[in-house]
Each structure stands twice: as C-alpha cells, then as structure tokens.
C-alpha cells in the first residue's frame, strides 16, 4: 500500500520564543485548532492537542471518526483546512502506519541497524569534529567546537549511538521474532511480520514523537505486553491509535478522544477515561431528564388552560418558559444505532465438515507439525489458541488451503466450500470501486435496498455506501470485507484475527452476526470476548500439537489451569490468556475435575461472599420499591392537581404543591435509577 513504512523528517516549523529545555515536561508537538473535512462531511472543528515529553497519548474514536488523518496532519502528510501544527527545535518524528510494507533486499538486522541513519550521521559528524579539534589552533574556536562536541555527543548517546546492535536486537526479540530470524531477508517475512520489522526501525530511531497508527493489529499476545513495556518508559512523546482497551490501560498516561466532530482531552489511562466520560454523560442525561420534566409538566398546563381568557398570562409565561428550555436542552451524544439483521445462511453440509489426516507441515527446519489428525463437524464454532509462533495461522492456511501439507490430506466433506478471512481480504478489495460497487459483486440477485440494509447493519448509513474504497478508514474497509463474505457465505467460515481495525461498536455487529451463523466457524482472535462469545470448543495449538476442548473458552481456562497447577507452573494461573503459560504436556483425555483443597475454600468463600452481597441487594431493593411506588402515585397526584384551576387561586397550596413537586422530580430518578442498577445487580448475581 505505501512504500516505506514510516517516514521521519524535521519538523517544518519551529515554536518562536521559548526555550523548551528549561520546562519539566518540554513541549513537543501542538496541533492547533485543526479543522479538517472531506467534501461536505466535517470530521472535526477546533481540535487542539499539545504533546509534551513523556506523555504518552491514546487517541481514540470510532471507525471513521478521523484520526489516521489527524495523524497525516501531523506528519504534514495531509493539510489541515484550519490550524496549525508546530514542533519544538529540531523534534524528529516517527509514524508507523495502519498498513505498512517493507522494501527488499536486507535482513531483518541490518534493514533494522541501518534506519537510524540519524546516529550513523552524528557518528560521522562527531568523528569530523574529533579531526577538527585536533587541528584547531584559535582558543575561542576549539571552546566553540568543544561545546557542540559535547551537544553532539550527548545526543548520541541520548539516541543510544553506543549500542545501536544490541539495542536493534533487543527490540526484534521483544517483538517475538527468534533469534534465527534476524538474518533472514526482510522481504521474506509475511505481512505481520514485515510491519514488526517497521515498528522495530521506528522504536530504534527513538524520534522525539512517535505516532502509532494500531501498532497491536499485527501482534501477539507476547510481543503486545512488550510493546506496552516500551512505550510505557518512552521519554518522548507518544501519540497512539489503538482499540485495544488493555493495551492502552498499560501504557498510555492522557487519552485525546474524536466525539461528536470534538476532541476532548483527559489526564490518566484509559479506563479513568472511560469513568471521567460516562460520569460527565450520567450528568448530561439527569440534566436533560429534567429539563424533558420540566417541558411535560408545563405543556400539561398549557394544554389544559389554552383556552381560558383568565388564564391567558400564565400560560403565554409557561410557553415562553418551554421555549427557552427547549432552545437549552442538552444534546446527548448519539447513541449507536444496534441494527438487528439476520443473514442468510450458508448451504447446509454433511456432518463431518474438515477432516485433517496425519497432516505435516515445516517449513525450512521449523516443524511446526507432524502427523496431525483433527476433525471439525457442523455448527462447531471453534476458536484456535495458543502461544505466539505455535502455527494458528498455518493451521487455519492450511485448511483454507492456502498452504498444502508436506504429508499427509486435509478433506472436506460433502457439500463444504470455505471462506478465508485475513488481513489480506482488505488488500483484495477494489480501491476505484464504491462500496455498493464492492457487494455488487458478491450479492448476485440482491435488490440495492437489500443491500444497503446489508450494509447499514455493517455500519454504512446513506451517502456512504457511495464512498470509493480508496478513501475508507481502516476499520471501514475491514466491515466492507466482513459484509462481502457474510451476503452469501460459505458453510466453513476460517476467520484469522477478524476484529482488527474495528472498533467496539463494529466488534459487536460482527459478534451479532457470527455468534447466530449456523455453519462452521474456525477463528483466530486476541480478543478474549469475541471468543467467548461465539466459540463453542477451544482448540490449543502449541508443541506441534493441536488439542481439542469440549467446551467454551471458560471451560478451556479452568482446564489449563488445572492441568497447570497440576504441573506446578505459577505462570499458568495468569488470567490474562492461556497464551502466557509455559509449553506443558498436552493432555488428550480430560481428567476428573480434580481440586486442591485451597481452590475449594477459595471457590466457598467466594460463593458465600456472593451470596451474603445478593442478600444484601435483595432487601434494599425491597426498600426501594417501596419508596418508589408511593412516591410515584403521589408525583402523579401533583400532575392531576396542577392541571386544576383551584391550585392556582390558593397560592399556599400552589407553593406546597410546587415544593413538594420540585423534591419528588429529584426523588424518583434517583429511586429509579437505584433501582435498575439494584435489579441487573440481582440479575448477574443470579
Ligand atoms: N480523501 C478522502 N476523501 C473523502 N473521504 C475521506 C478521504 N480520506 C478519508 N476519508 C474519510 O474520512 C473519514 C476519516 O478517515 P480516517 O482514516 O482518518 O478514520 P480513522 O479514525 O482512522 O478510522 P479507523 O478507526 O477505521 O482507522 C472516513 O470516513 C474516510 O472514509
Ligand atoms: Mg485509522
């Protein structure tokens, strides 16, 4: 897609007046008061964003919202329609795309050692410096030399000068590539890898910022919880796009979010974000339940004294009054629209769907299996785990039969036929056609409006189904890949990290779709809940070995963990993913379920904790409604009162009425919402 995966440049503006060096946190980069729009759809107006030293930044938003661009904007890729970005003296930058190819012909090491071009340049300006000073006779001149000697040599060292090698390897192993891999040709690596190679040459180079457009898309488990290391001690400044809510919970210290065409900034990590986020919007809705309150309360009056000369004051007053409320009525933010689509169904298949015969498979001197047997049947919703290298992918090529075994078969049975899904699907898709022109395509005999209603529970509202696919977002292209191979979809559906690009509101319509398809489904994903929710058998890929799990990914945790602690391994109890445990002796047969005795008090506390805790629920619900229901009848009462004439003539009662309207409206919300909060409480618990 673009020829180099990342770029570095000095920054093409230098901030007038100040001396950063003296500030704690040096400022870096300012992006002022951005606005930015394509054709008539506005992505954002007066986004500001200041980048110190140390701070690294999450910038989130949903699919589309615009942040690859302000990305680009940065960069100075993409200009911006208002605004300005500027850097402090001499920043260097470095961008890691969205999608990124390598050039040819280097190994992995020296395609890595020679990007810091910007060391190997000091290195030789340090080493003319060294032949001046030698040769320097004027005193004032060698103090002058000897000063920006020292600069230079600081910097060098700043930039990590003396241990370009070690450092270049360090950082390949963190991002999981095996020794034997580093002098491999660079171009020889599959797309994954090939971006780890980027990232690994940006992380080396150490640019002053470094911007990450969805660095995790391609990682494992392993090489994610490094990277989060990494990032979490950059002294630079970061600024990050991701959807991974774990990722940037480890390593993100102020979160910029695209909103309703704003960006809002927070101090902290992502989670306290969210709670900052959703308290601010728990307020906005108590502030709009009320003035909608307030709105219904008077509309009543006016509908009911319309007509009545000796009224006509009061209620000119109150419509004056509906007015301003409603010209300050509180704007929520949209909520999304769940769009409820059922999919056709693949043709139905013989029972037994794949069948793979003492499969083996190496490559090189790297077996990754020998003599496998697996057989999938229908409506196994299996999701494929593992530790990072196991051969998830090539197991899933290898029944896409993108691979061919060395030995052995790999079959389907009667009436199968396959759709493979990897990054390369959004490789695959037409840049010059629409997005409608895309599903033409695959949609033989749709009506436009059902595709467009195909398309819309895909996300793809109007005009934008009119879109090129040049122009998508990562997350768009990835929904219109996933939309094309659900219009008419193969009973055995291999899906390798489906959810990459998307952000959460997509991951749920995907969940939607595939949790209810009623074929074959064999997944890849790191995300934990996606596979929860669709996967009905675990299948652990690890030691050349594929083992199969009868049950969900719950039933898989605790089996793991039993066979771990049985072998004694702590690392196995993590509970972050099975990915982390140490390699053990697959088990093939599943045991009783064997307990410790501290498991079981563990497992009894905790059920009586649970159960003293819904107690505890049950009765102050008892409580609540209780006070709920009288309160209700008696707002209902005031309601009927107030819409009488009589109230009005005696003002005594009106200001009773008035005061004990005004407690009930702030009583019953909160009654209610105690309430609703108290009964999912119950509901989860039970
Ligand atoms: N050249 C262009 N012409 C018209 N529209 C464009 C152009 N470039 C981008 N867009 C649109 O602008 C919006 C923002 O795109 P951008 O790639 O910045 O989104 P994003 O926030 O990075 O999304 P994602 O999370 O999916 O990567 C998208 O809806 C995209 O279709
Ligand atoms: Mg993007």
Not at 196 to 221: C, F, G, Q, Y
Not at 321 to 327: D, F, Y
Not at 451 to 467: I, Q, S, T, Y
Not at 517 to 529: K, P, Q, R, V
């Amino acid at each position: 897609m673009h020829a180099h995966a990342f770029r570095v440049r000095m920054p093409c503006a230098i901030m007038a007046g100040r001396t950063y060096e003296i500030l704690e946190n040096p400022l870096i980069a300012l992006a002022d008061k951005i606005s930015k729009s394509f054709g008539g759809n506005v992505l954002y107006a007066d986004a500001t964003l200041q980048l110190n030293a140390g701070e690294r930044w999450a910038l989130v938003g949903p699919n589309g919202a615009g942040k690859t661009t302000l990305l680009k904007i940065i960069m100075g890729e993409e200009s911006a329609d208002e605004g300005s970005v500027t850097f402090a003296k001499d920043t260097t930058l470095g961008y890691l795309e969205q999608e990124s190819v390598l050039g040819k012909g280097k190994t992995a090491l020296q395609e890595v050692v020679d990007s810091a071009t910007e060391i190997r340049d000091l290195e030789q300006s340090i080493a003319r410096m060294e032949e001046q000073i030698a040769n320097c006779e004027d005193e004032n001149e060698l103090a002058r030399l000897l000063e920006r000697y020292g600069h230079a040599q600081d910097r060098f060292e700043r930039l990590g000068g003396y241990e370009l090698d070690a450092r270049a390897k360090a950082i390949l192993a963190g991002l999981g590539f095996p020794i034997a891999d580093f002098q491999k040709p660079a171009d020889e690596f599959s797309g994954g890898w090939q971006m780890r190679i980027a990232l690994s040459k940006l992380l080396l180079r150490h640019p002053d910022l470094l911007l990450l457009d969805e660095p995790t898309n391609h990682l494992d488990l392993e090489s994610v919880q490094w990277l989060e290391q990494f990032i979490a001690s950059y002294d630079g400044a970061v600024l990050l796009v991701s959807h991974d809510r774990s990722f940037m919970d480890a390593c993100v210290s102020h979160v910029a979010s695209l909103e309703n065409k704003r960006l809002y900034t927070y101090a902290g990590t992502y989670s306290s974000y969210l709670k900052q986020r959703e308290d601010n919007l728990e307020q906005l809705r108590a502030k709009r339940a009320a003035q909608e309150r307030d709105i219904a309360h008077m509309e009543t009056f006016i509908e009911k004294f319309r007509y009545k000369p000796t009224k006509a004051k009061q209620v000119q007053e109150r419509v004056k009054r509906v007015e301003k409320i409603r010209s300050e009525l509180v704007v929520l933010p949209q909520a999304h629209q769940a769009m409820r689509f059922s999919f056709p169904k693949p043709p139905r298949t013989g029972d037994k769907v794949v069948e793979l015969s003492k499969v083996s498979k190496s490559f090189g001197s790297n077996r990754v299996y020998q003599g496998l047997d697996l057989t999938f049947y229908r409506g196994d919703h299996i999701a494929l785990v593992g530790p990072n290298g196991a051969g998830k992918s090539t197991l899933l090529k290898l029944i896409a039969g993108v691979l061919r075994p060395d030995r052995g078969s790999v079959e389907y049975g009667k009436s199968v036929t396959s759709a493979y899904y990897a990054q390369h699907q959004l490789e695959a898709l037409n840049p010059a056609n629409t997005v409608m022109g895309e599903m033409d395509a695959v949609a033989a005999g749709w009506t436009s409006s059902e595709e467009r209603r195909l398309l819309g529970a895909f996300l793809f509202h109007g005009d934008d189904v009119l879109k090129r696919v040049s122009v998508l977002s990562g997350g768009e292209r990835a929904r219109l890949a996933l939309a094309k191979m659900l219009v008419a979809p193969d009973p055995l559906l291999l899906l390798d990290e489906p959810t990459n690009h998307l952000d959460i509101d997509s991951v749920d319509v995907l969940e939607n779709a595939l949790k209810d398809f009623a074929g074959t489904i064999i997944l890849i994903s790191h995300d934990e809940h996606l596979v929860r929710a669709i996967s009905n058998k675990i299948v652990d890929v690890r030691d050349h070995h594929a083992v199969i799990y009868d049950g969900d990914y719950d039933y898989y945790l605790y089996k793991r963990g039993e066979l771990e602690s049985r072998e004694g391994d702590p690392t196995g109890t993590s509970a972050r993913a099975p990915q982390n445990a140490a390699p053990v002796e697959p088990q093939r047969t599943q045991g009783r379920n064997v307990k410790t005795k501290e498991q079981r008090r563990a497992e009894a506390e905790a059920r009586n904790a649970q159960s003293r805790a819904l107690r505890a629920t049950k009765r102050r619900l008892e409580e609540v409604e209780a006070a709920l229901a009288p309160a209700q009848k008696r707002y209902q009462e005031l309601m009927d009162l107030m819409a009488t004439e009589e109230l009005y003539n005696d003002s005594n009662a009106f200001d009773q009425a008035m005061r004990e309207y005004a407690s009930l409206s702030k009583k019953i919300p909160l009654l209610e919402e105690e309430w609703i909060e108290l009964t999912e409480k119950m509901e989860e618990g039970a």
